[in-house]
């Protein structure tokens, strides 16, 4: 399984972009990019995932270079409520089998300020 | 929207006893999976099931079994709970055409005494 790398933690201000990026030399062919969001006292909840270039939803970007070695996660104009833990994950999920289930790592802890 | 219910918010339970966690989710999902998240180490994968009564170990099986005798129910059960079991544990699911979007239910604090 690919092992991800991400800073422990970040410090926003309200209305500034998020750029929380993610390391994962070893991916391999099969594998997708999904990221995770979590707040205290709750699972997490699905943000993006992408396999190469760049993804878009209402929510967030997500940019992966031509090499997918790494991978950044954009969050537009944060507010107080994207304060949480975001997860980077790398797995294979066209091959629904043992072993390629999607791994958390530690995660980033972002703190928004006003 | 897909809803994952955890049985228990809040658990306390004794050394030794047997602990049952379920969990069920509405979306006829075909995985299921059993986390526990303990501070700074993450999310780790316990057991995750892609049919009915079948099983695969994740990461950290040790003291821990798993049933599902229904698509929809899948539970974690720790035959002689002990302490360092002390944590929370999520459950989620997600379709087969697409495991990599996992839908988590709110977790269930267990305490072992």
């Known amino acids: 399984l690919a092992k991800t790398t991400q800073p422990i933690s970040m410090d926003s201000y309200e209305g500034q972009e998020v750029n929380i990026t993610c390391s994962h030399n070893n991916i391999a062919t099969n594998d997708y990019i999904t990221w995770y969001q979590q707040f205290p006292s709750q699972g997490p909840r699905f943000i993006i995932q992408g396999y190469k270039t760049k993804v878009t939803n209402e929510v967030a970007s997500l940019f992966i270079p031509a090499d997918r070695k790494s991978s950044t996660l954009s969050l537009p104009r944060v507010s107080l409520s994207d304060t949480a833990v975001y997860y980077c994950l790398v797995g294979d999920i066209v091959n629904n089998n043992a072993g390629n289930m999607l791994t958390f790592g530690g995660g980033t802890r972002l703190m928004v300020k006003p | 929207d897909v809803k994952v219910t955890q049985s228990s918010r809040y658990l306390v339970k004794r050394t030794g006893e047997k602990v049952f966690l379920e969990c069920v989710q509405d979306m006829d999902h075909e995985n299921m999976f059993w986390y526990r998240q303990d501070p700074g180490l993450g999310l780790r994968l316990i057991y995750f099931s892609y049919d009915v009564k079948m099983k695969e170990k994740g990461d950290i099986p040790e003291g821990y079994s798993v049933s599902r005798e229904k698509k929809e129910r899948f539970s974690l059960i720790l035959e002689s709970a002990s302490t360092n079991q002390t944590s929370m544990y999520l459950c989620?699911?997600?379709?087969?055409?697409?495991?990599?979007?996992?839908?988590f239910g709110e977790g269930s604090r267990l305490t072992v005494l």
């Open positions: 989620a699911s997600s379709l087969w055409r697409d495991p990599g979007e996992l839908f």
